[in-house]
């Protein structure tokens, strides 16, 4: 029965996850064409009907399957296929270790609305998505071009460099909550700080929220921060040489990556599925309280995740859509000179604080 629980929720997650990619492949195409002052996607059509460009969606995917898969002579066939495999299976399976609900009770069964509840959540996520830049580096190598190997040596170098701010900036949380498990996070989060305020992340740890949205950015490789990629300098960076569906393995983890950092700035940051003055027994503020069936709060609190997730992942489009490309050496510099002290200093105050408040 266990091994079934665990089965429908991965099918419920990964339903989740590639639920969200046609809608934020639509949701990028018409945002960015609203913030640039033009319409967008309009032409694809079934039977006269365009639904505001959602065929457009429906046509790459059926593109992406009939197209010719291209491989240059001189290219590692092997690690040529392997690349793509690499990057998305990472973006896949960090998604098991997030929290998406507290539990549903079902008879004298408790299920706890989380795929993998690991003890050590918060490493296992950053320890499997360090692993997608070796399918990114492969990819620029094995492609025999020096526009693909300059776009993984520098996401490689972008991915160290700024995976170092990504870490530190949540030693902050770790001492504050006292545990790695996300569950255990998202749960320490729902408590109210002077019985009004929630005990979320971006109220006890503002600065590494900064620290952390911005190496997010530079971690699923989004602007301002796509120097892999940089089609003004390196054609299409580490995928130059890539076509049909093994190009759509590429463009789906980087759409996967980004729900996976949308829902970790939630679960660290943002609560999680806790919602403000909603608890287990029900709704209480101040002095009023609700009683609420416990489906009712579970369902809730799962509508309550995925609309937190929703939000972040449009200001990951919004973001790439409003704001330049840096220049290499910008980007460096911002992750060494600036986000890296930063995210030490940070750690320092929190400690002297706590040792304070001890």
């Given amino acids: 029965m266990d091994y079934l629980i665990t089965l429908i929720k991965i099918i419920l997650i990964l339903s989740f996850q590639f639920g ?39 046509a790459d995917v059926i593109k992406m399957f009939f197209k010719e898969d291209i491989v240059p002579a001189k290219a590692n066939s092997v690690l040529h296929t392997l690349a793509p495999v690499m990057v998305i299976i990472p973006a896949l399976l960090t998604f098991a270790v997030i929290p998406f609900g507290d539990m549903i009770r079902l008879g004298n069964r408790v299920i706890n609305l989380q795929v993998a509840p690991l003890n050590v959540g918060i490493l296992f996520i950053f320890a499997i998505s360090s692993l997608g830049v ?19 040596l520098r996401s490689a ?37 002077g019985g009004f305020l929630p005990a979320w992340g971006i109220v006890l740890q503002p ?15 989004r602007n301002p921060f796509d120097l892999p990629e940089g089609e003004s300098e390196l054609v299409a960076g580490y995928h130059t040489e890539y ?57 809730i609190q799962i509508a309550a995740f995925s609309l937190k ?25 911002l992750g060494w000179k600036v986000m890296l002290p930063l995210a030490l200093i940070n750690i320092l105050i929190t400690g002297i604080a706590l040792m304070f408040l001890s």
């Avoid at 070796?134 to 993984?152: C, P």
């Avoid at 700035?265 to 416990?294: A, C, K, N, Y």
Wanted: aromatic letters at 18%.
């Fill in 20 to 58: 969200l990619l046609p809608l934020f492949i639509w949701l990028e195409r018409k945002g960015s064409a609203y913030i640039q002052d033009r319409r967008g996607p309009n032409r694809a059509a079934v039977l006269g009907f365009t639904l505001g460009g959602l065929f457009h969606v429906v």
């Fill in 134 to 152: 070796y399918g990114i580096f492969l990819a620029g190598w094995a492609s025999n071009n020096k526009y693909s190997l300059l776009g993984g």
């Fill in 309 to 333: 997730v929703m939000f972040f992942c449009w200001c990951f489009i919004w973001t790439r859509w409003t704001l330049p490309r840096f220049r290499y050496d910008q980007l460096m510099k």
């Fill in 243 to 299: 076509s049909g569906l093994k190009f759509a393995m590429f463009y789906t983890a980087e759409y996967l990556n980004m729900i996976v950092m949308a829902a970790l700035i939630t679960t660290l940051f943002f609560g999680g599925w806790q919602v403000p003055f909603l608890f287990r027994d029900g709704f209480r503020m101040f002095s009023h309280f609700l009683p609420l069936p416990s489906l009712l709060i579970s369902l």
């Fill in 157 to 193: 170098a972008q991915m160290i460099s700024y995976e170092l701010t990504l870490g530190l900036s949540v030693i902050g949380l770790l001492m504050i909550y006292q545990a790695v498990d996300l569950q255990v996070i998202v749960q320490k989060q729902g408590t109210l700080l």
């Fill in 207 to 221: 600065l590494a929220f900064i620290l952390f949205i911005v190496s997010g950015l530079a971690e699923v490789n």
